[in-house]
C-alpha cells in the first residue's frame, strides 16, 4: 500500500494511506479538503493534489498561488518517487510505496504518529550514532612517527632551544635599531 509522510516544521509526522482507486486527494488548510492541516503555515486552503495516474502517483499544486518544491525545485506537478522529498508550505510531504502486510496496514492518520507510537511502545533509550568523520579514509588514518633514538631526541631539543634563541636576539636587533638606528650586532663584535 502506498502513502505519504507530511512533517511539519515542529516534527510532527502525520501519514496518510493514498488510495488506489483513482480518487483524488485534496491537501490544504481548509476544512473541505481530504487531508486538512490548519496547523502549517504557508499552506493554502486548497494548497495541492495527489492522485492516481498512469506514471504513478501525482502531486499537483491545486491553485497558482500555491508553492510546490521537488527536491528543492519549484513544480507546478510532479510523478511521487519514493524517498524524494517535497515541500508544500512549510511541512515536508515525503511518498513511500512499500509493501505491508495485513497487520501493519496503515490507517488514514488523524493524529501524529509521535503520539500514537508514545501510548503503544514503552519508551526507548536512543542509541547514539557514531559520528562519521567527513575527511577521506587517508585522513582518518593514524600516523605514528618511530623515535630513533636518544640522539635524535637530544639534537631535535637542541634545535628548537637555538631557534628559539635566534628568534629571541632577532627580536632584540629589531628594537636596538629602532631606538638607536644602529645594529647590535656591530655593539656586539666591538
Known amino acids: ?14 501519514r496518510y494511506a493514498l488510495p488506489a482507486d483513482g480518487s483524488v486527494l485534496l491537501i ?7 487531508i486538512s492541516l490548519p496547523h502549517i503555515e504557508g499552506l493554502l486552503p486548497r494548497h495541492c493534489t495527489v492522485s492516481l495516474q498512469a506514471e504513478g502517483y501525482v502531486i499537483a499544486a491545486a491553485v497558482e498561488e500555491a508553492t510546490l518544491l521537488a527536491e528543492s525545485q519549484p513544480t507546478a506537478a510532479a ?9 508544500i508550505g512549510s511541512a515536508v510531504l515525503m511518498y513511500d510505496d512499500a509493501e505491508t502486510s495485513p497487520a501493519e496496514e496503515i490507517p488514514l492518520a488523524e493524529e501524529p504518529l509521535a503520539e500514537a507510537a508514545e501510548e503503544e511502545a514503552p519508551v526507548r533509550k536512543k542509541k547514539k550514532k557514531a559520528r562519521r568523520n567527513s575527511a577521506g579514509p587517508l585522513m582518518n588514518t593514524p600516523v605514528f612517527t618511530e623515535e630513533e ?24 636587533t629589531f628594537r636596538y635599531w629602532m631606538t638607536t638606528g644602529e645594529y647590535l650586532i656591530d655593539e656586539l663584535l666591538k
Open 28 to 34: 490544504g488548510s481548509g476544512e473541505d479538503c481530504s
Open 79 to 87: 510523478v511521487l518517487v519514493p524517498h524524494a522529498v517535497y515541500n
Open 149 to 172: 633514538g636518544v640522539l635524535h631526541i637530544i639534537l631535535r631539543r637542541l634545535y628548537v632551544i637555538a631557534i628559539i634563541a635566534l628568534s629571541f636576539l632577532a627580536g632584540l
Open 1 to 14: 500500500m502506498a502513502y505519504i509522510d507530511i512533517i511539519d516544521s515542529t516534527g510532527n509526522n502525520y
